[in-house]
């Protein structure tokens, strides 16, 4: 019970991440809830579903496809329409919502209601220390990890990853320092879109494609950082390995739908306790 409780929350903590991790990219750097967030995720779903079978592509290479086709989608967005709304985050919360109504509702025209089955690019799973361990599961996990890695790498050790840390901190200081805001927010904006396209194009030989995936991402990624703070990335990890260990946990014990209750508590008091979150600022 033990060891396949850790492989549950590892698995689903590394997922967790990776959605969060794009969302709470583009709040901190550009002060904006994207509430389309997880339709970006629907994108990466998606466009493995028509790589597979209407192109006729390997999984391998649907997969970094979703999230240019994620990320592309990105940069028209934040061109188009959440450059208007800088700075006013009710104003961008609205566009946001918009847009994900938006996206969901062509998805549905196009290919339905139902869910699409993707070709699993592995299959099977092994048992290690009495755990099962589903080897395409293990690859979403591991594929996530590395996202997290090359993001974090990105933002700390090249003059991309300064100009948005930057921006992030102050926009006024970062202009008289020689950065452009205006530059930095569609860069911040395609790579966290990407990085829902990877998530959902990571999910979709799991759980399929279907219109609605995108509502349970965009739950728990707006879990996640709001738990871990605002803005704050070290928090968003932090809180996306909390909130797979309490579900993990509670799944296994009771249910799904009593884990969910039990996420949205655990947000209750978290934010009672330090309304800023676990590592944000106040």
């Known amino acids: 019970m033990l060891q396949q409780f850790l492989v549950v929350a ?6 967790y991440m990776l959605v969060a991790l794009g969302f709470t990219l583009i709040f901190g750097i550009m002060r904006m809830v ?33 999230a240019l086709v994620a990320g592309g989608f990105g940069v028209v967005a934040e061109r188009l329409l959440f450059r208007r ?7 961008g919360m609205i566009v946001a919502l918009a847009l994900a109504i938006t996206i969901k509702g062509a998805v549905t025209i196009v290919w339905g209601v139902d869910s699409q089955p993707i070709e ?3 299959s099977g799973s092994f048992q290690i220390w009495g755990a099962f361990i589903p080897k395409d599961q293990l690859f979403a996990a ?3 990890l590395m996202l997290v890695g090359v993001v974090y790498w990105l933002l700390n050790h090249t003059r991309l990853g300064l100009a948005m840390r930057a921006v992030a901190q102050s ?9 452009t805001p205006w530059k930095t927010y569609p860069v911040a904006f395609a790579i966290g879109c990407a990085l829902a396209g990877f998530a959902g194009a990571l999910a979709a030989p799991i759980y399929g494609a279907e219109p609605n995936m ?3 991402a965009l739950m728990k990624a707006f879990i996640v950082v709001v738990l871990g703070g605002l803005g704050s990335i070290p928090g968003a990890l932090l809180a996306a390995c909390l909130l797979a260990t309490i579900e993990a946990g509670i799944s296994i ?11 949205f508590l655990a947000v209750i008091v978290v934010l009672l306790v330090r309304p800023a979150g676990i590592l944000g600022r106040s």
Do not use: K
């Not at 590892?10 to 997922?15: D, K």
């Not at 709304?85 to 104003?91: I, K, M, R, V």
């Open 85 to 91: 709304f800088a700075g006013d985050e009710t104003g």
């Open 10 to 15: 590892g698995l689903s903590s590394a997922t």
């Open 142 to 144: 591991i594929t996530a």
């Open 253 to 263: 014990t009771f249910n799904s739908t009593i884990a969910a209750l039990v996420s």
């Open 171 to 179: 926009p006024e200081v970062a202009r008289l320092q020689g950065i």
């Open 214 to 216: 995108g509502d349970a």
């Open 120 to 122: 699993r690019p592995f």
């Open 34 to 66: 994207n509430f389309a967030h997880g339709e970006f995720l629907l994108i990466g779903a998606y466009t493995v579903f028509v790589a597979q079978y209407t192109l006729g592509l390997d999984y391998m290479i649907a997969l970094p496809l979703a």
